[in-house]
């Protein structure tokens, strides 16, 4: 059975920009987490989606948004980007809130 | 909000030390999980811990999860230079978010 893939592995932007990064999870998992990874601030919560509905969203502004397509794979957006959100974005899935399977992450750099 | 505080943040070992890592919750939970990051590499799932006064084993590896369900701990005994890595420790409340603790970076001297 194929891992969570993640897309791009690697971006850089400048300030201002939007991006969006994709996450396909484990086949017949429901459940998408997003996590930001910072050396500083370790991995924080962004949102977890389950069948397309955004179940639970973490403290981060409203320029980080996500979705959840019908085939389970899910995307986030970032606009108007800032420097500290330079980090490596990680997607996890699940089968439903149980031990959940991590991606290898879009390192995101923002100049 | 809830908080998930982990400790220590960093830990040096000798090869064949034990060591541990402690991780402690705001709030009561619903389960801890458990997962270890290589460096360079991502999160993987060691175990999850459902029951108050819980204790499983895998290996040398050994978690335990506080009867008030507010803590928990992973202690590896005899520690091997293949244990490096960062340990995290993640705590839900019922259908809630899950919470990551900051981690415990584990290094091992040969």
């Known amino acids: 059975k194929a891992g969570v893939t993640q897309t791009p592995r690697y971006l850089i932007k400048t300030r201002g920009q939007q991006v969006t990064l994709s996450c396909s999870p484990i086949s017949g998992h429901r459940s998408v987490s997003w996590y930001q990874q910072t050396p500083g601030q370790g991995l924080q919560f962004l949102f977890e989606y389950f069948s397309e509905t955004q179940r639970n969203k973490g403290n981060f502004p409203g320029r980080f948004s996500g979705r959840q397509f019908s085939n389970s794979r899910s995307e986030m957006n970032v606009s108007t980007l800032e420097l500290g959100d330079s980090a490596l974005y990680l997607c996890?899935?699940?089968?439903?809130?149980?031990?959940?399977?991590f991606g290898p992450g879009t390192r995101l750099t923002v100049l | 909000g809830q908080q998930v505080m982990q400790i220590p943040q960093y830990q040096h070992v000798q090869e064949g030390e034990d060591f541990t890592t402690y991780c402690n919750s705001s709030t009561t939970l619903s389960n801890i999980q458990w997962y270890k990051q290589r460096p360079g590499g991502h999160p993987v799932f060691l175990i999850q811990l459902v029951k108050s006064g819980e204790v499983k084993k895998q290996k040398r590896l050994t978690f335990q999860f506080g009867e008030a369900k507010k803590n928990s701990s992973l202690h590896i005994t005899a520690t091997q230079t293949t244990d490096v890595g960062t340990y995290f420790c993640a705590g839900r409340v019922n259908a809630g978010k899950s919470t990551f603790g900051d981690g415990t970076t584990l290094t091992v001297k040969p």
């Open positions: 996890a899935s699940s089968l439903y809130q149980n031990e959940q399977f």
